[in-house]
């Protein structure tokens, strides 16, 4: 039961990013931004693949559920946070070449 509990609790926010998505797409949910609310659930992709990784993890550690939880949303913000910057960069070098 243990173990089913703390797949679920690694898992649940990757499960909720198509319901995310799908509510963006059909309206259900709106934002303000119009079209581009979609855009949202890309990072939200991110954050729950980086969590769900960074929770395995710790659990392969033995480190306990609640710390765990606390410490994959923190590697997670990071990551984004990183992504977020790496892209920026690239965009400010204009790596991709000129538009």
């Known amino acids: 039961m243990r173990i089913a509990f703390r797949v ?3 898992l649940l926010p990757l499960l909720f990013t198509p319901v995310l998505g799908y509510l963006l ?29 960074s929770c395995f993890y710790l659990w392969h550690r033995g480190v306990r559920l609640g710390r765990s939880i606390v410490f994959s949303i923190v590697v997670a913000i990071a990551g984004l946070i990183a992504a977020g910057l790496a892209l920026a960069l690239v965009g400010q070098l204009g790596i991709g070449g000129r538009f």
């Open 25 to 53: 797409a059909e309206g259900y949910l709106n934002l303000g931004g119009g079209e581009k609310d979609i855009l949202l659930v890309l990072p939200s992709a991110f954050f729950s693949l980086v969590y769900g990784i």
């Open 8 to 10: 679920l609790v690694a």
